[in-house]
């Protein structure tokens, strides 16, 4: 069992920057590939990030790449989620989730363990 606590969330204006966290329970936080979901009003939860067990390999979707960097400190059981140069579309409730498989990190269904979210709004 894995339990996740997101932080960092809140009102920032378009192009700031944002630092969200993900705290993991457990000594085998090393083992999980860890993953970043977010949630607009209105629409479905989709896939931002994820970091493979290592946290070498990472991979982002198109609409975060190169704005969004993710990272893990593997001694602290916490992964990061830097936000850069945010946008009103980047608005939504940021999850965490993990997963001790190396592929489908992309898809939900993936993922057995879930945070509970932290809100990041960014108006227009």
């Known amino acids: 069992q894995v339990q996740l606590v997101e932080s960092g969330g809140g009102l920032v204006q378009a192009g700031d920057s944002l630092r969200l966290s993900c705290a993991a329970s457990?000594?085998?936080?090393?083992?999980?590939?860890m993953g970043w979901f977010r949630q607009a009003p209105g629409k479905e939860r989709e896939f931002v990030g994820a970091?493979?067990?290592?946290?070498?390999?990472?991979g982002y979707a198109d609409s975060v790449k190169g704005r969004f960097t993710i990272s893990r400190d593997n001694t602290k059981s916490t992964m990061y989620l830097q936000m850069n140069s945010l946008k009103p579309e980047d608005t939504g409730v940021y999850y965490c989730?993990?997963?001790?498989?190396?592929?489908?990190?992309?898809?939900?269904?993936?993922?057995?363990?879930w945070g509970q979210g932290t809100q990041v709004p960014v108006p227009s």
């Open positions: 989730a993990a997963t001790p498989h190396t592929t489908g990190f992309t898809r939900e269904r993936t993922y057995d363990f």
């Open positions: 457990g000594r085998t936080f090393s083992s999980y590939t």
């Open positions: 970091s493979l067990r290592s946290g070498v390999n990472t």
